[in-house]
DNA sequence: TGCCCGCGGGG
DNA sequence: GTGTACGCGGGCA
């Protein structure tokens, strides 16, 4: 028997004789370890007939070895039902189980609830935190302990030695005609150690550079240092979608494995569309999932390019080369340029290892929050991590967990339109002084004070009590809390416990615990109206949005009542505008003003003064309206939202122009120059002063050219390069420019190689690539876009003559 | 109009 | 491994 105390964080299972769930963790001595504990799956059946018969018919099944089976009384949707626990000898026979009883028609509960995930629930562990262990010590793996649980029960302290995380970053020679190109360094960055490892001498040579023998010696030197380093967390920058499948490729290429697993094992990649790369016995943690599911809408940022998130979260950069022309400094094996390649290699794992750092404590909490494994938790999404938080917390209220809806119900709530928030937009334009406030968690605060839920709906002890500022026969129970609303409740008054705590002491944890709860209470609204939602409600969503349709007209008046300036409100925000910043005393006074007239928890925020900004019009969009803006900040950060991200498919001049006209408005305060410059650019689009590269268009090959049923501008040039002779694999990224001519887009595409300037179709680019983007601003500064579109015949004379 | 398809993040 | 992304916009059919 050993006793010893451990922190998980990732988490198995291993079936042998018996079912087991493995944990992965790190002991308090600092060895990696694995604790095997005994788990036995089950699912509900519920009684609708007589007991003893639904008993014979599942004592009666030879396909599948039942446990046990067991009568309990629980709630499902607000009522009492009475329901069959049945346990099976192994998770893999449930699907069978599945089978045979939905033939049956007899209706299951809770039996799509993964067997690890199940496991952590019902045995409330946490990962992270610390647990005590006695056991028995058993055939170890070949890269760690492995002991078999007797007794497991939680400690009190929390993982925080960080110095076993590995942040690693891949560089591939570069080229947009292939995805599957050689690997030609790989750096690693962990505390208190930096590697890079490449296949060609470089100069300086430094310490922490290694020369490795081809690219075969890279793989293989990349799994010894795994190895070697046995991390508790391996973490990257998109790893799961770039650095892990590339890996993969080329290790297939040379026919090895990447058996990186504490068993040996290779890498495991989630199956379908979804990306998502398992590593047995180590925690894989993409930074960019996490920025992703996390943090996106606390980001100032649109973009979750690496040196994007850094700049914000670190105030770092990645170093500036172009990547581009690593393929010609490899090829002329030019040492020093190359050196400056490893810089910037081991530069991004840097970056990504401090980003990692930064956003664990929020792993860490919304682990314990929402009861899943970290790798899960960092790969959710916000309306997901909301299912696993009620799922979890079923079983402590008596409730059952509902079967997610069948594809029809998802397709029929489809059918339903929600009556969106209250957008209020009265001048568009260009203003100054704008001063933006936030109804903080104005959606979870009425949907716990109104009790709002699908099980509260229209009891029959409320009835007539209408609350809801909608018509209709809509009510909600104002007698008993629902599960769904108490629970939302709960994440309220834990945030407020935390942020009382820490009053006292604030440290990352509990600000990431506070956050981490705010956040999930704010997702609530989004799961309720989010068709394939467990715990759906339309008539709850509903209701939430009417109420808050109510409570922002209350501060909207009141703001105009004072003689302020209502700009823009949508949702839970308010921009309103002052003469100068001197008023901004007043305004906040009037602000407390509200706040202390307002219900309960419910609370209006000062976000920010912003010198200047931009507001578009949205109304076009059926589904509501859409936050449309550009500011600028104290700092001169300009803050753009809800514009048209710049994707890959967008050509370099209309990324340009866009770019160019909000720093002219916003930073120069000079419309009229702006103005001029998209006038001065589209004459010069018309006068062929452009070069063809601005013109290019990139789009991606994704599958066999074969088996495209809608033939676009880059299947057909595709098709064209491969009847030249030239290969295209899915995963080309194809470049194309369109050109003049007659019939499709597609058929007036090229490549750009074959084009020159003067055949491009000013008209496509100027209507489909600029004006979409810019339009709109300049209609809102009172510009006439049709002057735009006049100039360029003028100057398209002028150009013949 | 509906539907197919690519985008994002990586190099 | 009891499963398998997501919401949007452009262009074709």
Same mark, same amino acid.
């Given at each position: 028997?050993?006793? +010893?105390?451990?922190?998980?964080? !990732?988490?198995?299972? @291993?079936?042998?004789?018996?079912?087991?769930?493995?944990?992965?963790?790190?002991?308090?001595?600092?060895?990696?370890?694995?604790?095997?504990?005994?788990?036995?799956?089950?699912?509900?059946?519920?009684?609708?007939?007589?007991?003893?018969?639904?008993?014979?018919?599942?004592?009666?099944?030879?396909?599948?070895?039942?446990?046990?089976?067991?009568?309990?009384?629980?709630?499902?949707?607000?009522?009492?039902?009475?329901?069959?626990?049945?346990?099976?000898?192994?998770?893999?026979?449930?699907?069978?189980?599945?089978?045979?009883?939905?033939?049956?028609?007899?209706?299951?509960?809770? /039996?799509?609830?993964?067997?690890?995930?199940?496991?952590?629930?019902?045995?409330? =562990?946490?990962?992270?935190?610390?647990?005590?262990?006695?056991?028995?010590?058993?055939?170890?793996?070949?890269?760690?302990?492995?002991?078999?649980?007797?007794?497991?029960?939680?400690?009190?302290?929390?993982?925080?030695?960080?110095?076993?995380?590995?942040?690693?970053?891949?560089?591939?020679?570069?080229?947009?005609?292939?995805?599957?190109?050689?690997?030609?360094?790989?750096?690693?960055?962990?505390?208190?150690?930096?590697?890079?490892?490449?296949?060609?001498?470089?100069?300086?040579?430094?310490?922490? =550079?290694?020369?490795?023998?081809?690219?075969? /010696?890279?793989?293989?030197?990349?799994?010894?240092?795994?190895?070697?380093?046995?991390?508790?967390?391996?973490?990257?920058?998109?790893?799961?979608?770039?650095?892990?499948?590339?890996?993969?490729?080329?290790?297939?290429?040379?026919?090895?494995?990447?058996?990186?697993?504490?068993?040996?094992?290779?890498?495991?990649?989630?199956?379908?569309?979804?990306?998502?790369?398992?590593?047995?016995?180590? &925690?894989?943690?993409?930074?960019?999932?996490?920025?992703?599911?996390?943090?996106?809408?606390?980001?100032?940022?649109?973009?979750?390019?690496?040196?994007?998130?850094?700049?914000?979260?670190?105030?770092?950069?990645?170093?500036?080369?172009?990547?581009?022309?690593?393929?010609? *400094?490899?090829?002329?094996?030019?040492? $020093?340029? &190359?050196?400056?390649?490893?810089?910037?290699?081991?530069?991004?794992?840097?970056?990504?290892?401090?980003?990692?750092?930064?956003?664990?404590?929020?792993?860490?909490?919304?682990?314990? =929050?929402?009861?899943?494994?970290?790798?899960?938790?960092?790969?959710?999404?916000?309306?997901?991590?909301?299912?696993?938080?009620?799922? $979890?917390?079923?079983?402590?209220?008596?409730?059952?967990?509902?079967?997610?809806?069948?594809?029809?119900?998802?397709?029929?709530?489809?059918?339903?339109?929600?009556?969106? *928030?209250?957008?209020?937009?009265?001048?568009?334009? &260009?203003?100054?002084?704008?001063?933006?406030? !936030?109804?903080?968690?104005?959606?979870?605060?009425?949907?716990?004070?109104?009790?709002?839920?699908?099980?509260?709906?229209?009891?029959?002890?409320?009835?007539?009590?209408?609350?809801?500022?909608?018509? /209709?026969?809509?009510?909600?129970?104002?007698?008993?809390?629902?599960?769904?609303?108490?629970?939302?409740?709960?994440?309220?008054?834990?945030?407020?416990?935390?942020?009382?705590?820490?009053?006292?002491?604030?440290?990352?944890?509990?600000?990431?615990?506070?956050?981490?709860?705010?956040?999930? *209470?704010?997702?609530?609204? /989004?799961?309720?109206?989010?068709?394939?939602?467990?715990?759906?409600?339309?008539?709850?969503?509903?209701?939430?949005?009417?109420?808050?349709?109510?409570?922002? %007209?209350?501060?909207?008046?009141?703001?105009?009542?004072?003689?302020?300036?209502?700009?823009?409100?949508?949702?839970?925000?308010?921009?309103?505008?002052?003469? !100068?910043?001197?008023?901004?005393?007043?305004?906040?006074?009037?602000?407390?003003?509200?706040?202390?007239?307002?219900?309960?928890?419910?609370?209006?925020?000062?976000?920010?003064?912003?010198?200047?900004?931009?507001?578009?019009?949205?109304?076009?969009?059926?589904?509501?309206?859409?936050?449309?803006?550009?500011?600028? @900040?104290?700092?001169?950060?300009?803050?753009?939202?809800? +514009?048209?991200?710049?994707?890959?498919?967008?050509?370099?001049?209309?990324?340009?122009?866009?770019?160019?006209?909000?720093?002219?408005?916003?930073?120069?305060?000079?419309?009229?120059?702006?103005?001029?410059?998209?006038?001065?650019?589209?004459?010069?689009?018309?006068?062929?002063?452009?070069?063809?590269?601005?013109?290019?268009?990139?789009?991606?090959?994704?599958?066999?050219?074969?088996?495209?049923?809608?033939?676009?501008?880059?299947?057909?040039?595709? %098709?064209?390069?491969?009847?030249?002779?030239?290969?295209?694999?899915?995963?080309?990224?194809?470049?194309?420019?369109?050109?003049?001519?007659?019939?499709?887009?597609?058929?007036?595409?090229?490549?750009?190689?074959?084009?020159?300037?003067?055949?491009? @179709?000013?008209?496509?680019? =100027?209507?489909?690539?600029?004006?979409?983007?810019?339009?709109?601003?300049?209609?809102?500064?009172?510009?006439?876009?049709?002057?735009?579109?006049?100039?360029?015949?003028?100057?398209?004379?002028?150009?013949?003559?």
């Amino acid at each position: 028997m050993v006793k +010893f105390s451990f922190f998980p964080f !990732d988490v198995d299972l @291993d079936i042998e004789d018996k079912p087991y769930v493995l944990l992965f963790g790190r002991t308090r001595e600092g060895n990696k370890i694995c604790v095997k504990h005994e788990f036995y799956p089950y699912i509900w059946v519920v009684l609708n007939g007589e007991e003893g018969e639904v008993r014979n018919t599942l004592e009666n099944i030879d396909e599948v070895d039942i446990n046990n089976i067991e009568k309990h009384t629980k709630i499902l949707a607000g009522k009492e039902i009475d329901v069959l626990k049945v346990t099976l000898q192994t998770p893999n026979q449930m699907p069978t189980l599945r089978n045979i009883l939905e033939k049956k028609g007899i209706i299951l509960l809770e /039996g799509d609830i993964l067997y690890t995930r199940r496991y952590l629930i019902d045995n409330d =562990i946490s990962m992270f935190r610390e647990y005590i262990v006695e056991g028995e010590e058993t055939t170890p793996f070949p890269h760690c302990r492995c002991v078999i649980v007797d007794s497991i029960k939680k400690g009190d302290e929390i993982y925080s030695d960080f110095s076993n995380i590995l942040a690693f970053d891949i560089e591939s020679y570069p080229d947009m005609k292939s995805q599957d190109t050689p690997i030609l360094m790989i750096s690693f960055a962990s505390e208190n150690y930096k590697k890079v490892i490449t296949w060609r001498d470089v100069e300086p040579r430094e310490d922490y =550079i290694e020369i490795v023998d081809g690219e075969l /010696g890279l793989l293989e030197r990349f799994k010894e240092i795994i190895h070697e380093r046995n991390p508790d967390i391996i973490t990257g920058y998109f790893t799961d979608g770039y650095d892990f499948p590339q890996l993969q490729k080329r290790a297939q290429k040379y026919k090895i494995k990447l058996d990186i697993g504490v068993d040996n094992s290779r890498l495991s990649f989630g199956r379908g569309r979804r990306d998502e790369v398992n590593i047995k016995g180590t &925690l894989h943690l993409d930074v960019f999932n996490l920025t992703k599911n996390m943090l996106r809408q606390s980001l100032k940022t649109d973009s979750l390019k690496l040196d994007d998130v850094a700049k914000e979260l670190l105030g770092e950069k990645k170093h500036e080369v172009n990547i581009m022309e690593l393929g010609s *400094a490899w090829d002329d094996r030019d040492r $020093k340029k &190359l050196h400056k390649y490893c810089e910037y290699n081991l530069q991004d794992s840097l970056l990504t290892l401090n980003l990692c750092l930064k956003l664990l404590p929020s792993v860490i909490e919304m682990v314990d =929050i929402v009861g899943l494994s970290p790798f899960d938790v960092s790969r959710l999404s916000l309306s997901q991590m909301v299912e696993w938080f009620l799922i $979890k917390n079923a079983p402590k209220h008596n409730n059952l967990v509902p079967n997610k809806p069948t594809h029809d119900e998802v397709k029929e709530r489809y059918d339903k339109i929600l009556a969106g *928030a209250f957008v209020f937009e009265p001048h568009p334009g &260009l203003y100054h002084h704008i001063v933006l406030f !936030d109804f903080k968690s104005i959606y979870p605060t009425i949907i716990a004070s109104h009790n709002l839920s699908g099980a509260s709906l229209r009891c029959k002890c409320c009835r007539d009590k209408h609350e809801v500022p909608l018509e /209709g026969d809509l009510w909600f129970c104002q007698k008993k809390k629902a599960f769904l609303p108490e629970m939302i409740e709960d994440l309220i008054e834990r945030r407020t416990r935390v942020k009382e705590i820490m009053k006292e002491k604030k440290t990352p944890l509990l600000d990431a615990r506070q956050q981490g709860l705010k956040l999930l *209470a704010n997702s609530f609204y /989004g799961y309720l109206a989010f068709n394939p939602s467990r715990w759906y409600s339309f008539e709850a969503a509903n209701s939430t949005t009417a109420f808050g349709r109510y409570y922002i %007209r209350l501060v909207i008046n009141k703001m105009t009542e004072e003689g302020f300036k209502v700009i823009y409100s949508d949702t839970d925000s308010i921009f309103t505008t002052v003469e !100068d910043e001197k008023e901004m005393g007043r305004v906040k006074k009037i602000v407390d003003e509200i706040n202390s007239n307002l219900p309960g928890i419910m609370e209006l925020e000062f976000e920010g003064h912003y010198p200047s900004g931009i507001f578009i019009s949205t109304k076009e969009g059926k589904g509501g309206a859409k936050k449309r803006y550009a500011m600028i @900040d104290d700092e001169d950060h300009i803050v753009i939202k809800g +514009f048209e991200s710049v994707r890959r498919n967008t050509s370099k001049i209309a990324r340009e122009v866009q770019k160019k006209v909000i720093s002219i408005i916003l930073k120069e305060n000079n419309p009229d120059k702006a103005f001029d410059y998209v006038k001065k650019i589209i004459t010069d689009i018309h006068k062929n002063k452009l070069e063809v590269d601005d013109f290019i268009i990139k789009t991606r090959i994704t599958k066999e050219l074969g088996s495209y049923e809608s033939i676009g501008p880059h299947v057909e040039i595709a %098709r064209r390069m491969e009847k030249s002779g030239i290969k295209v694999e899915a995963g080309s990224l194809i470049e194309y420019v369109i050109c003049l001519g007659k019939g499709k887009v597609r058929d007036r595409a090229k490549i750009p190689h074959d084009a020159d300037v003067s055949e491009i @179709d000013s008209e496509y680019y =100027i209507n489909n690539q600029i004006l979409p983007s810019l339009g709109k601003i300049f209609e809102v500064l009172g510009y006439n876009v049709d002057d735009l579109v006049n100039e360029q015949k003028q100057s398209k004379l002028e150009g013949f003559f």
